[in-house]
């Protein structure tokens, strides 16, 4: 699984943004591989560096050195809207007679098709098929009639699904984060100015304070001079819709989101995963580098008590937390390893067993999801071929059951182990002695939220927007944006 992208923003009181972007987008990098991008603006004309690959690849001296302006934007990205080129790499920019805008997009939205359609019939001319650059030509539009905030409002009443944005419309940047939250965006302080970023860890790199998440339906727009913000609520709807996998899977550990420290969250999940499918055995170990969070929290709770729930005895030393699995971290993600014999092959470049933690013992390892089951297949194998008696696996978040459809690459529903095979049948697929994943409930209850607050689409197979042939899990208001006419004035 991948996350689409990483977006950030700043304002500066007169220092160029431009390094201080570049460095957030470092800090973001885990969201998004493919391409890196920077837009400034100066004043008087904006600027754009925008490159296919990694943040340290796209940018040399020399790109940072014409990117002037105290403001700006910055994306990183991962496609799953639109095509893998230059075409469809962020940050978006272009200049209206309305004035420059730049947008850097993480989410999907599941109306853009209808509303290129229609812009394209009132004489819009597109440049990629990707979502953001309906999203520019919409605000574009409305800010021919309205004033920045009021046009932000009527795009945001028109696109449906998925978005955590940044944007920058001349020198003024601003941050919006859809009406139901799904993706992250937040607000910090830096010591000349302010900045908006996926996540906190951005912020931490700058040396910046973390202010507060932006909240679902807000407009915050930095101040020119780097003194502040405003802010403007312009839409509100009952639930939140948190995607729940970006404290299980994508954020990085260090991050605080929804005012929960990830790291945090996945240990407290690991040992919701002991309360609710604890197995005793003689070593507990992560696959590195995703379950290590989950594990320790697993571990820690079976120090505490037994499988059972009871206070264990002061002389039973209960599990033993071992790093049985190292990682080569050359080697790259298995999921762009294109046919299946390759991505077995990946598995075992990619972790090597420690025979002596392993040998003539149980083991219980934990990961943070299966989505083909192909690694734990061959992770059970590698155990046992190491002599592990029994391995259990244990998955600190509930079965991929469907796709994403708000921006995270996930494999389709026959891809997914989970879409049509029952744990029983997943576990003898892997060749586990067993295997038991996380509740839907546990989740809920770790990151305090009610179900109904949360995106749980994999999981479940009930979204919380309208997308065509897929069931929903609430109320939804599917924006009606299908006619070439475009409508008037709200
Ligand atoms: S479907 Fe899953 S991965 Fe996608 S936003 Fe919802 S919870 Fe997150």
């Not at 160029?16 to 957030?24: G, K």
């Not at 996540?199 to 909240?215: P, Q, Y």
């Not at 690991?270 to 609710?276: A, F, P, S, V």
């Not at 929903?472 to 004035?489: C, H, I, K, S």
Request: aromatic content about 6%.
């Amino acid at each position: 699984m991948t996350e689409k992208c990483g977006v950030v923003g700043v304002s500066l009181d007169g220092r160029d943004a431009a390094r201080p972007l570049y460095y957030a987008l470092y800090a973001l990098q885990h969201r998004g591989q493919e391409s890196a991008g920077i837009v400034t603006h100066d004043g008087f004309q904006q600027h754009s560096h925008v490159e296919m690959g990694l943040v340290g690849d796209a940018f040399g001296e020399d790109d940072l050195e014409t990117l002037n302006g105290a403001a700006g934007i910055g994306h990183v990205r991962y496609p799953t809207a639109g095509s893998v080129d230059s075409s469809c790499a962020q940050p978006f920019s272009v200049s209206f007679k309305s004035g420059s805008l730049g947008l850097s997009h993480n989410g999907n939205l599941v109306n853009a098709d209808e509303i290129r359609e229609e812009l394209a019939a009132a004489g819009h001319a597109f440049t990629s098929d990707g979502d953001t650059e309906v999203i520019a030509h919409d605000l574009a539009r409305n800010l021919l009639e309205e004033d920045l905030v009021r046009a932000v409002k009527r795009t945001m009443g028109r696109i449906h699904g998925s978005y955590s944005l940044t944007i920058s419309h001349d020198d003024t940047v601003l941050g919006v984060r859809d009406p139901q939250g799904n993706r992250p965006l937040c607000i910090g302080e830096l010591e000349d100015g302010y900045i908006l970023a996926s996540e906190s860890a951005a912020i931490d790199t700058l040396d910046g304070e973390l202010v507060r998440d932006v909240r679902p339906g807000e407009l915050v727009v930095l101040q020119d001079d780097g003194q502040g913000f405003d802010t403007y609520q312009l839409v509100e709807q009952e639930h939140t819709a948190h995607c729940f996998f970006e404290h299980v899977y994508f954020a990085r550990p260090d991050s605080v989101i929804d005012d929960t420290l990830v790291y945090e969250a996945r240990r407290e999940l690991g040992r919701k995963l002991w309360e609710e499918s604890g197995v005793e055995t003689d070593v507990v170990m992560p696959v590195p580098d995703s379950g290590r969070a989950f594990a320790s929290g697993y571990a820690d709770a079976a120090s505490e008590t037994t499988a059972d729930g009871e206070p264990r005895d002061v002389e039973d030393e209960g599990v033993e937390f071992a790093e049985g699995l190292m990682k080569n971290r050359y080697v790259g993600r298995t999921f762009i390893m294109p046919t299946q014999d390759e991505r077995e092959r990946a598995v075992r470049l990619k972790l090597n067993p420690i025979k002596s933690t392993i040998e003539g013992k149980t083991v219980t390892v934990i990961d943070d999801s299966i989505v083909r089951g192909t690694t734990s297949t061959q992770l059970v194998q590698l155990l046992k071929d190491c002599g592990a008696e029994e391995v259990h696996v244990r998955i600190g978040a509930p079965a991929i059951v469907a796709p994403c459809y708000m921006g995270i690459d996930m494999a389709t529903r026959e891809e997914l182990i989970a879409a049509d095979k029952s744990v029983d049948e997943i576990r003898d697929e892997i060749s586990a002695d067993s295997l038991a994943y996380l509740s839907t409930d546990a989740v809920a209850d770790v990151l305090e939220k009610d179900r109904i607050d949360l995106c749980l689409g994999c999981v479940t197979g009930e979204y919380p927007y309208d997308i065509e042939g897929e069931e929903t899990d609430r109320d939804v208001n599917r924006p009606d944006v299908g006619g070439a006419e475009l409508p008037a004035d709200d």
